[in-house]
């Protein structure tokens, strides 16, 4: 089973900075990692595909990048509404398909 | 409009059962792989299973092996979940998602989720 290693747990930052996230793999994924944000009440929303590919709809602030075991999600100059819960997810090597226990980013 | 709404969910007691259910709209619904995943109160995204288009395959995390079966009726555009012999530690929000064949599987498309308690 691959794990998914996400950091940091909680960061918290002001609405106008960059958060950089990360999410480690326990063995090589390949490029086939997304990226989910979740608000409290809401199912998750599809942010990344393939490490890199923004979703349908999701603005340009969104950046994924990595490959192979190292991947980092990245927004910058945060807006009031990206403060969530954010999850990355693998499919390279399944069953298991598996998550990383989040990220929560908070508002400073 | 792409929807997928779920039902089912319930209290139930340990050693119990429960078929949740999740009826898909504005896409072709016999052309995805799709899902349960699963999220306990205050936890983190758990896969539980997944089903090939024409309900030809089917794969679940350990946890729930030989107790949950998932299934699907194209014609109805529904998935289904059976959970049998329930415990305490499956308690939590069931999603559907479907996994877009286009984007290599990742879940694009996702329910509003039904609550699964289960409790004495």
């Known amino acids: 089973e691959i794990v998914l290693t996400q950091s940091p747990t909680t960061l918290s930052l002001s609405p106008g900075e960059s958060a950089t996230l990360s999410c480690r793999a326990s063995?090589?994924?390949?490029?086939?990692l997304a990226w989910y944000q979740q608000k409290p009440g809401q199912a998750p929303r599809l942010l990344i595909y393939d490490a890199s590919n923004r979703a349908t709809g999701i603005p340009a602030r969104f950046r994924g990048s990595g490959s192979e075991t190292d991947f980092t999600l990245t927004i910058s100059s945060l807006e009031p509404e990206d403060f969530a819960v954010y999850y990355c997810?693998?499919?390279?090597?399944?069953?298991?398909?598996?998550f990383g226990q989040g990220t929560r980013l908070d508002i400073k | 409009e792409v929807q997928l709404v779920e039902s089912g969910g319930g209290l139930v007691q340990p050693g119990g059962s429960l078929r949740l259910s999740c009826a898909a709209s504005g896409f072709t619904f016999s052309r995805s792989w799709m899902s349960w995943v699963r999220q306990a109160p205050g936890k983190g995204l758990e896969w539980v299973a997944n089903i090939k288009q024409d309900g030809s395959e089917s794969y679940y995390v350990d946890s729930v092996k030989g107790r949950f079966t998932i299934s699907r009726d194209n014609a109805k555009s529904s998935l289904y979940v059976q959970m049998n012999s329930l415990r305490a530690e499956d308690t939590a929000v069931y999603y559907c998602?479907?996994?877009?064949?286009?984007?290599?599987?990742?879940?694009?498309?996702w329910g509003q989720g039904t609550m699964v308690t289960v409790s004495s």
């Open positions: 063995q090589s994924v390949s490029s086939y």
């Open positions: 997810q693998q499919r390279s090597n399944w069953p298991p398909i598996t």
């Open positions: 998602a479907r996994a877009a064949s286009d984007l290599s599987g990742a879940f694009d498309v």
